[in-house]
């Protein structure tokens, strides 16, 4: 007889995992299924967090190469690329057997394997060893994930031609490489390696960068970039990848019709993700897909099946890891009828290139497109006190509030510490907070956070240090 639990979530990632642990402490019997040899998803084993690994000690290794400016002399800096790696490595391992540590506290049975649909109730297992076995549950929780997307007729081979995986491990810094795509994978992985001495060619579709983000900020985020040595290649089309022993050659178009060939030693195709739902065998439980191919929910993250749910970025919003831990969490109260709620209004996004670029709720154009009134605070970090004492000054922070109300509708931020900063105005607009709760919250004093204070002031044209 098969093993039968109250709930199985089909996938171990940020959405998976925690859902699971949510599950088993509302006292469901549960089990995660994840086919990757280890838990925490893209997002520990390669996404978040060896990403930020790596754009951590690339910055510190920048930092201390130019550290003599500020009255600090160090001997010659070299880098050692294998240590560094083992360095993320180490981090990824220490975070993974964390959550599996976390599963086994919580009594959740961890199934090593990949998990299809046999029927509506039962998910068969075929582990590393081809070994087989079929569980049955009263509730299947789908957190399958995303997987790069590449370029049409162009196969990643990790080593020439990169997805972000292979960006994480590359051996030797490359002379030249090609970031095709300017989202959050291609700023920050060509942050990293632009640091670590390769010269980084973006080439992108559109005419601005991180499409979706306030126009303002993707614009300032450019600057800043190209300071730094990134080169752009605005409304440029890939037309093909051409690859040759130690490189290859991608041919591109621009707006204008004109053909502009780049050799290069590696290419990252970072032109965004999509939904996991290969090998899940989904026709045998009669799932239906959305119009992209993503699983099909509704608001309470139910399938057109009444025991089937699906979370995180197999379904439709962000592909953020924090929007698919938070949906685990709500699926998971909803499954034991509670009632679990996700306010999609207040998602942030934060790039964590220097400086981080952070954002949460509606950008300028979008209150443009909707009528909505609304008033700017602004605040530049070259106005603030402790920016200024670390010489740390580039960018700002913006927030809009409702002209009627001057409730906070969105807040952008590009500048030092900006993915922080940001969990501040996340609880603001939580709570339905106005700009005027924001300005007369007293903030410590040398803080960034004063960045934040006197954006807020600044939308009632009453900011105090500009
Ligand atoms: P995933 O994390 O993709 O987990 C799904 C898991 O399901 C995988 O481990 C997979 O092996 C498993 N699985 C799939 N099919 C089966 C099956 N049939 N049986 C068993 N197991 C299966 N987001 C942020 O918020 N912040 C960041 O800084 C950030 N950085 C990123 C950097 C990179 C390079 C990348 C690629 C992504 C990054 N993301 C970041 C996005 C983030 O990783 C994802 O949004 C997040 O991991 C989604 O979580 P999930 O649980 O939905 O899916
Ligand atoms: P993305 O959607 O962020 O960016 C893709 C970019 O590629 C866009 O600018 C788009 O206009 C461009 N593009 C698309 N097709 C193109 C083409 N044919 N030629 C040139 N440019 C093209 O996608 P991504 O960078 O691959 O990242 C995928 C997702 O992973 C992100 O959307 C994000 O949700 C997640 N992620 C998050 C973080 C973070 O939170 N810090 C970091 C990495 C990834």
Redesign the pocket.
Same mark, same amino acid.
């Given at each position: 007889m098969s093993e039968k639990f109250q709930a199985v979530i089909?996938? !171990?990632?940020? !959405?998976?995992?925690v859902c699971a642990i949510r599950l088993a402490q509302l006292g469901f019997k549960t089990a995660c299924?994840? $086919?990757?040899g280890s %838990?925490? !998803?893209?997002? %520990?084993?390669?996404?978040?967090i060896? $990403?930020?690994s790596l754009l951590n000690l690339s910055e510190e290794f920048h930092k201390v190469k130019n550290l003599s400016s500020k009255g600090i002399e160090v001997g010659e800096v070299k880098l050692n690329l294998s240590k560094m790696m083992k360095s993320k490595d180490k981090a990824v391992t220490i975070l993974t057997k964390g959550v599996e540590f976390l599963l086994k506290k919580n009594k959740v049975t961890y199934i090593k394997?990949?998990? $299809?649909f046999k029927s509506k109730n039962e998910i068969n297992?075929k582990d590393a060893d081809n070994k087989e076995l079929t569980i049955t549950s009263d509730n299947i929780v789908i957190?399958?994930? $995303?997987?790069?997307v590449p370029l049409p007729g162009i196969n990643f081979d990790e080593k020439i031609i990169l997805s972000?995986?292979g960006? %994480?491990k590359i051996e030797q810094v490359p002379k030249k490489m090609i970031v095709v795509g300017g989202g959050?994978?291609g700023l920050?992985?060509g942050s990293v390696w632009s640091r670590l001495g390769t010269e980084v060619h973006v080439v992108e579709f559109l005419d601005h960068i991180t499409p979706g983000m306030d126009k303002e900020i993707s614009e300032e985020f450019m600057k800043i970039l190209k300071k730094q040595g990134i080169k752009f290649h605005m409304q440029h089309k890939v037309e093909k990848i051409k690859k040759k022993n130690d490189g290859a050659i991608v041919f591109t178009t621009d707006k204008d019709g004109n053909k502009k060939d780049f050799d290069s030693d590696v290419v990252l195709i970072s032109v965004g993700?999509k939904a996991?739902t290969?090998?899940?065998n989904i026709k045998a439980a009669d799932i239906e897909l959305d119009e992209k191919q993503r699983i099909k929910t509704d608001e309470n993250f139910k399938t057109n099946q009444d025991n089937i749910y699906a979370?995180?970025?197999?379904i439709t919003g962000?592909?953020?890891?924090?929007?698919?831990?938070d949906e !685990?969490i709500a699926v998971a109260e909803n499954i034991v009828g509670q009632s679990g709620h996700v306010n999609y209004d207040t998602i942030p996004?934060?790039i964590?290139t220097t400086p981080e670029v952070a954002t949460i709720g509606k950008t300028e154009e979008q209150l443009k497109d909707e009528n909505v009134d609304y008033k700017i605070g602004k605040f530049s970090f070259m106005a603030n006190s402790r920016a200024k004492a670390i010489d740390d000054t580039e960018g700002f922070v913006k927030i809009l509030a409702d002209t009627k109300t001057d409730k906070v509708l969105g807040a952008h931020l590009i500048g030092p510490h900006a993915g922080e900063l940001i969990a501040e105005i996340g609880i603001a607009m939580e709570f339905g907070a106005s700009s005027e709760d924001i300005a007369r919250t007293c903030h410590a004093h040398p803080t960034f956070s004063e960045a934040v204070k006197e954006a807020a002031l600044s939308v009632d044209k009453r900011a105090i240090h500009s």
């Open positions: 089909i996938g !171990g990632g940020p !959405g998976g995992y299924i994840e $086919s990757r %838990l925490g !998803g893209t997002c %520990l084993n390669v996404g978040c060896p $990403s930020k394997g990949h998990g $299809s297992i957190a399958t994930g $995303s997987v790069p972000s995986t960006a %994480l959050y994978i920050e992985m993700r996991n290969d090998g899940l979370i995180g970025d197999v962000p592909m953020l890891a924090h929007k698919a831990e !685990g996004g934060v964590y």
